[in-house]
């Protein structure tokens, strides 16, 4: 028999957060166990964003319905016949299918006694590395959290944007990480031309591509940019779930998917597939989320060309610890040589 058990957990901050919707402190995750006959426990995490719908109190309002799903097929293995069921379930709330989905797959590939990634058979050695994120700030802090993150081996950056100060900001990070790899992620704050002039500028500095310059509910806005950006431009909030993905194939040149917007691993996968399909680049993306979730993700790296698996990273403390990022290294390969199975995601206690 599957036992099953939650938790919502607060999770503070290194430093405050903004992008251009807002500042958080800390992150509200809901924590998931799994545990078969044995003791052997999966984990999971939900790290809902209310952008989505989704708060902590709306994961923990459907998870008892969820973990019966898992509770009465009672095989962690069976993860198409429990994914289908738990969309019966619950069709919305992606986050909260998300933290049952993970930990499943955790405990599947903790009974086989191998990391997930090579329960799926992937090449370690694809994994690109995941960029870190530098929130706004002030101009003169932003260089400051630059220079702090160029010193702990971080080479690929994420500068968030969307102020009257932009161009000023990403001169501050060029200067600062005058190697780095540097993107950059408007989080829909710009208007089409705006967006337009912006990549025209921004291009001198060498930043590799633009994230969500215009608002998802633009979507031509959206295709107007891309047809005249001097830069790659990559959708988030415009790619949420499957259908998506087609729907922007004319209008981006890079999708960005997140675990906690899709619904769980299975269906991220079908998502890299059909962005692989129409041509498109795939980068994964995250929340700011416990080890717990984030893990997971780390596995679907060889799938990808970007990575944006920072989300524990900018953690104060989390109790969990999950597959090790080297600077801007995952290190898949790692698990194995410590020994370690499933996600990876343990307990640090």
């Given at each position: 028999?599957?036992?099953?058990?939650?938790?919502?957990?607060?999770?503070?901050?290194?430093?405050?957060?903004?992008?251009?919707?807002?500042?958080?402190?800390?992150?509200?995750?809901?924590?998931?166990?799994?545990?078969?006959?044995?003791?052997?426990?999966?984990?999971?995490?939900?790290?809902?964003?209310?952008?989505?719908?989704?708060?902590?109190?709306?994961?923990?309002?459907?998870?008892?319905?969820?973990?019966?799903?898992?509770?009465?097929?009672?095989?962690?293995?069976?993860?198409?016949?429990?994914?289908?069921?738990?969309r019966g379930v619950v069709e919305d709330n992606p986050a909260a299918r998300t933290a049952v989905d993970v930990a499943l797959h955790d405990l599947a590939a903790k009974r086989l006694d191998v990391p997930l990634y090579r329960q799926w058979g992937l090449d370690p050695d694809q994994t690109p590395k995941t960029s870190f994120t530098i929130g706004l700030d002030e101009t003169d802090r932003m260089r400051e959290k630059t220079r702090a993150a160029v010193d702990d081996g971080y080479d690929v950056l994420k500068i968030k944007l969307g102020t009257d100060r932009d161009e000023e900001i990403v001169a501050?990070?060029?200067?600062?990480?005058?190697?780095?790899?540097?993107?950059?992620?408007?989080?829909?704050?710009?208007?089409?031309?705006?967006?337009?002039?912006?990549?025209?500028?921004?291009?001198?500095?060498?930043?590799?591509?633009?994230?969500?310059?215009?608002?998802?509910?633009?979507?031509?806005?959206?295709?107007?940019?891309?047809?005249?950006?001097?830069?790659?431009?990559?959708?988030?909030?415009?790619?949420?779930?499957?259908?998506?993905?087609?729907?922007?194939?004319?209008?981006?040149?890079?999708?960005?998917?997140?675990?906690?917007?899709?619904?769980?691993?299975?269906?991220?996968?079908?998502?890299?597939?059909?962005?692989?399909?129409?041509?498109?680049?795939?980068?994964?993306?995250?929340?700011?989320?416990?080890?717990?979730?984030?893990?997971?993700?780390?596995?679907?790296?060889?799938?990808?060309?970007?990575?944006?698996?920072?989300?524990?990273?900018?953690?104060?403390?989390?109790?969990?610890?999950?597959?090790?990022?080297?600077?801007?290294?995952?290190?898949?390969?790692?698990?194995?040589?410590?020994?370690?199975?499933?996600?990876?995601?343990?307990?640090?206690?």
């Open positions: 028999m599957l036992s099953t058990e939650f938790e919502r957990v607060t999770l503070p901050l290194a430093d405050a957060f903004t992008i251009s919707r807002g500042t958080q402190t800390t992150a509200e995750n809901v924590v998931v166990r799994i545990t078969d006959d044995d003791g052997t426990t999966g984990v999971g995490a939900a790290a809902p964003s209310a952008h989505y719908g989704e708060t902590a109190a709306t994961v923990e309002a459907v998870l008892p319905d969820l973990l019966a799903v898992v509770e009465s097929v009672d095989d962690p293995h069976a993860i198409a016949a429990i994914e289908r069921k738990l501050a990070v060029r200067e600062e990480a005058p190697e780095a790899r540097i993107r950059v992620d408007a989080n829909e704050a710009w208007t089409p031309r705006e967006a337009v002039g912006m990549t025209d500028r921004l291009a001198s500095y060498g930043v590799e591509f633009v994230e969500q310059p215009v608002p998802a509910s633009d979507p031509e806005g959206l295709r107007f940019v891309y047809e005249r950006s001097a830069l790659p431009i990559a959708a988030d909030e415009s790619c949420v779930t499957l259908p998506d993905v087609p729907a922007v194939a004319d209008r981006t040149d890079i999708v960005n998917l997140k675990l906690m917007k899709c619904g769980g691993l299975p269906e991220a996968r079908r998502m890299i597939a059909a962005a692989r399909a129409h041509g498109l680049e795939v980068m994964l993306g995250c929340m700011i989320e416990t080890n717990a979730a984030i893990a997971a993700a780390c596995h679907l790296a060889p799938l990808l060309d970007y990575a944006d698996l920072d989300g524990a990273l900018l953690l104060d403390d989390d109790e969990y610890a999950g597959v090790p990022i080297d600077g801007s290294e995952i290190r898949l390969d790692a698990l194995a040589d410590r020994g370690l199975t499933g996600t990876g995601a343990r307990r640090t206690e």
